[in-house]
């Protein structure tokens, strides 16, 4: 019954910025992530944070535009999203897991939600 919950997703145009939210509930996790995928490629990483302590990384895509952060208190994660790029465009997940190595691949997590699309165009 654990249950991951994006929204936030929607149109906008190059250059503006979007905040997706992933409120997680019915688990405790070490590390949740923001993994993206556009229509023709594969899930690709974006970022991670810990649950405890202050651990996050980035894709290459994402660091300087991308922020990943955490309200503990409500069980919730946000991808901030700025300078956003056409080449952005694609839909968003959130993942959890229990571990915290191999961050960067999909598999590794075992819980994810459903989704949520972002399309950046003018």
């Known amino acids: 019954q654990v249950q991951l919950v994006e929204s936030g997703g929607g149109l906008v145009q190059p250059g503006g910025s979007l905040r997706l939210s992933c409120a997680a509930s019915?688990?405790?996790?070490?590390?949740m992530g923001w993994f993206r995928q556009a229509p023709g490629k594969e899930r690709e990483f974006v970022a991670v944070?810990?649950?405890?302590?202050?651990?996050?990384n980035y894709a290459d895509s994402a660091k300087g535009r991308f922020t990943i952060s955490k309200d503990i208190a409500k069980n919730t994660v946000y991808l901030q999203m700025n300078s956003l790029k056409p080449e952005d465009t694609a839909i968003y997940y959130c993942?959890?897991?229990?571990?915290?190595?191999?961050?960067?691949?999909?598999?590794?997590?075992?819980?994810w939600g459903q989704g949520t699309q972002v399309t950046v165009s003018s």
């Open positions: 944070v810990s649950w405890s302590g202050g651990f996050t």
């Open positions: 019915g688990g405790t996790f070490n590390i």
């Open positions: 993942a959890a897991s229990m571990r915290a190595y191999n961050y960067y691949f999909p598999t590794s997590y075992a819980y």
